[in-house]
């Protein structure tokens, strides 16, 4: 399964963005879709995930700051960055949690590429 993520580019402080990821492949199912984002010098954090059953969940640091949806026949999880501050300026890594069903069902973990987000103060 392979993602590929969307949406990079340069958002002024106060506006927003939105990211979109897509999973492609053959045979799979998503369990859930998450972002995941790593500013200059910091480690990769959580920002929170969509799930199979259309719920999303946020890390408690990330909350109101990001709403998460997905379209589950698409295999595609978007993300909002609202009311975007400098602190924001990160690369954006999706991820997917999903089985694979073929001879046997094998659970499968994906990273896409990253997409950078800047925000000009």
């Known amino acids: 399964v392979q993602l590929q993520a969307f949406g990079e580019g340069l958002v002024q402080a106060g506006g927003s963005r939105r990211l979109s990821c897509a999973a492609f492949g053959t045979g799979f199912r998503i369990n859930a879709m998450e972002w995941y984002r790593q500013a200059p010098g910091k480690q990769r954090e959580l920002i929170g995930k969509?799930?199979?059953?259309?719920?999303?969940d946020y890390a408690d640091s990330m909350k109101g700051r990001f709403t998460i949806s997905g379209d589950n026949a698409k295999n595609t999880v978007y993300l909002q960055i609202i009311g975007a501050k400098p602190e924001d300026t990160a690369v954006y890594y999706c991820?997917?949690?999903?089985?694979?069903?073929?001879?046997?069902?094998?659970?499968?973990?994906?990273w896409g590429q990253g997409t950078l987000v800047t925000v000009s103060s």
């Open positions: 991820a997917a949690d999903y089985m694979i069903y073929g001879v046997e069902i094998v659970a499968g973990w994906s």
């Open positions: 969509f799930t199979s059953s259309g719920s999303a």
